[in-house]
């Protein structure tokens, strides 16, 4: 079994930082590529970035590209998100999910293993 856990949510004020991490324990083997989802109320879980299992390819969702960047150590088993510039319509809940194989796809229906989330509140 692999657990996924992510750390660093809260309020904070348009314009300002955020690091969100992602730790993986347990059966680590099983995780590969790993992600970031986000979903409000509401709304389907959209993708917001993903990394592969090597960290040399990523991506973004247009919506956050130029404002966050994901990284992973994979000696630590982490994966963070620096989210900068934050805006209010990035207030929502963030999930770290992994996936399988090496690279990242979009679409959450790919992803099996995920985490509790974790909210993130931008104000105006």
């Known amino acids: 079994q692999v657990t996924l856990v992510e750390t660093g949510g809260g309020l904070v004020q348009a314009g300002d930082s955020l690091r969100l991490s992602c730790v993986v324990s347990?059966?680590?083997?099983?995780?590969?590529?790993l992600a970031w989802f986000r979903q409000a109320p509401g709304k389907e879980r959209e993708f917001v970035s993903g990394?592969?299992?090597?960290?040399?390819?990523?991506d973004y969702a247009d919506s956050v590209k130029g404002r966050f960047i994901i990284s992973r150590n994979n000696a630590k088993y982490t994966a963070n998100l620096q989210m900068d510039s934050l805006k209010p319509e990035d207030t929502t809940v963030y999930y770290c999910?992994?996936?399988?194989?090496?690279?990242?796809?979009?679409?959450?229906?790919?992803?099996?293993?995920w985490g509790q989330g974790t909210q993130v509140t931008v104000s105006a």
């Open positions: 999910a992994g996936y399988a194989r090496d690279y990242p796809p979009r679409s959450q229906q790919d992803y099996r293993t």
């Open positions: 347990g059966y680590t083997d099983s995780v590969a590529a």
């Open positions: 990394i592969s299992e090597n960290g040399g390819y990523t």
